[in-house]
């Protein structure tokens, strides 16, 4: 077993050791999944970027292998800056990073855009050309440029990356033929206020549906309260590199899903997989963070297959090889009815689990429910279904010794005869899915080990659960 600590997640990715953030550069190549990560391997604080990497065959079990990028050139090399996000590509069996170099000069950032290849994808060197893109166009923040993501359309490469103008957030496109002379080819979209100061880890990418193809654009805004990872749906015209949207939602509504990138896997599927934490809540100017005394601090989300539905909106699915990891399940098969008062849901394992069940809505009359979630006599995270007004709120103020606020969505009931909920639980997080997958709050809790019961609650009413199910789940790196 790797790393130490108490809290450490046992089914998320996470690095060996030290600070983790984005998600860089997700790939299948040469028959591997590759993860890089935002790193810093000298401390569990944020600071000297470095990029992690690992590989995998399922997504799940990992092989940790040598760090992929460090701080080295006058261009990234700055304990306040490095190798900040990116993206890979393969082309002719070469394997690219395209990523952020980050330094200080005075007393501001400078970013740019970097490109890093190699042959084994294990090993990479630094492009003689770099920095590919040297600055953004002018008139943009020259600090507040960063987070390339690439791919490859007919003739062209293209990235999308984050720029800053008048104090607002853009995502930039810029086109190439070879991966190291980039041409910026025109702003894909931008914000009027509403969508923040600031994109971080913008990704672009088409999805189909029934109705044909559509063009998705994800970021994670600075300065949007209730916004942590965005997308928008619309039309692409490659032709002007124009992107029209007309559908705007929230990935995820929790307080801990930032920054997800996305690749194609091996059999074709949309994948998306995020920085499980969020600035706001993790201080890492600061050193009260719970997991810092332990060494560690971060992890990613589930990895998500992202899938258009008819209506233009999206769902997050969490991958089926999760299955492989179920161990001992318990089951409540016959409908079973819950009068004001708690009922335990059978878990063999309180504290890292799966959860299904299904909630025959036309024959409840109990106006909301809870889910109490990693509880003790005294704490407990609280997801409360509120079926009258349509709402769900994740509440963590009475979780842990430190993490605090409740998230709040909409549940679409409209029309609907059952309500499912499906929900992973690790050792510090949790990850609840309901709306057909369309409604998720991800979140950190720091509980501990002896918040090992979870109830659902009914304080007036009745509430009929149709099927619960839970999985312990194990694994083994
Ligand atoms: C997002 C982010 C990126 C940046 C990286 C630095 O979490 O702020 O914009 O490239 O982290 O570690």
Not at 32 to 51: E, I, R, T, V
Not at 186 to 195: D, W
Not at 238 to 261: H, L, S
């Amino acid at each position: 077993e790797v790393g130490k600590g108490a809290m450490r997640q046992k089914y998320h990715f996470m690095a060996e050791e030290g600070w983790l953030n984005d998600p860089n550069g997700l790939i299948y190549f040469k028959g591997k999944y590759h993860f890089f990560y935002q790193y810093n391997p000298y401390d569990s604080y944020w600071g000297s970027m470095h990029w992690g990497h690992a590989i995998s065959d399922d997504m799940l079990h990992w092989e940790y292998l040598p760090l992929a990028l460090a701080p080295s050139e006058t261009y990234d090399n700055h304990p306040k800056g490095g190798c900040f996000s990116g993206s890979a590509i393969e082309h002719e069996g070469r394997l690219y990073l395209l990523y952020t170099a980050s330094t200080i000069y005075g007393d501001g950032f400078v970013q740019n855009q970097c490109m890093a290849y190699s042959d084994d994808g294990i090993h990479f060197v630094k492009s003689e050309k770099n920095p590919v893109i040297a600055a953004p166009p002018s008139g943009y923040d020259v600090g507040e440029f960063r987070d390339p993501k690439v791919w490859k359309h007919e003739d062209y490469f293209y990235l999308v990356c984050s720029g800053k103008k008048d104090e607002l957030g853009q995502a930039l496109l810029y086109r190439s033929k070879n991966l190291e002379d980039w041409d910026f080819f025109n702003v894909l979209a931008e914000s009027r206020g509403e969508f923040g100061y600031m994109w971080e880890c913008p990704d672009f990418f088409p999805l189909k549906n029934a109705n044909g193809e559509k063009y998705v654009l994800t970021f994670s805004p600075m300065g949007v309260k209730e916004r942590t990872s965005i997308y928008l749906v619309g039309d692409m015209n490659y032709e002007t590199g124009k992107f029209n949207y007309t559908t705007v939602g929230n990935i995820d509504w929790g307080f801990d899903y930032y920054a997800p990138q996305s690749f194609v896997d091996q059999s074709g599927r949309r994948i998306l997989i995020a920085w499980a934490n969020g600035w706001d809540w993790m201080p890492w100017w600061k050193d009260w963070g719970p997991t810092f005394k332990e060494g560690w601090c971060g992890s990613f989300n589930l990895p998500r297959e992202a899938i258009l539905d008819t209506d233009n909106t999206l769902k997050f699915v969490p991958i089926e090889e999760l299955r492989s990891i179920r161990k001992s399940v318990e089951a409540i098969h016959e409908k079973s009815i819950i009068e004001k008062g708690e009922r335990l849901i059978p878990t063999a394992n309180g504290n890292c689990f799966e959860l299904k069940m299904t909630i025959d809505l036309a024959n409840s009359t109990a106006d909301s429910f809870e889910l109490r979630l990693r509880s003790n006599d005294h704490l407990a995270t609280i997801a409360t279904f509120d079926l009258r007004k349509q709402m769900l709120r994740v509440s963590r103020d009475n979780s842990d010794d430190w993490s605090q606020g409740t998230t709040k969505s909409n549940l679409l009931l409209k029309d609907k005869a059952t309500l499912k909920i499906h929900l992973f639980v690790d050792q510090s997080s949790i990850e609840i899915f309901t709306d057909d997958y369309k409604t998720n709050h991800s979140l950190n809790v720091f509980a501990k080990e002896d918040q090992n019961k979870n109830y659902v609650s009914v304080a007036e009413g009745t509430l009929v659960i149709d099927q619960l199910e839970t999985w312990e789940l194990t694994k083994t790196m």
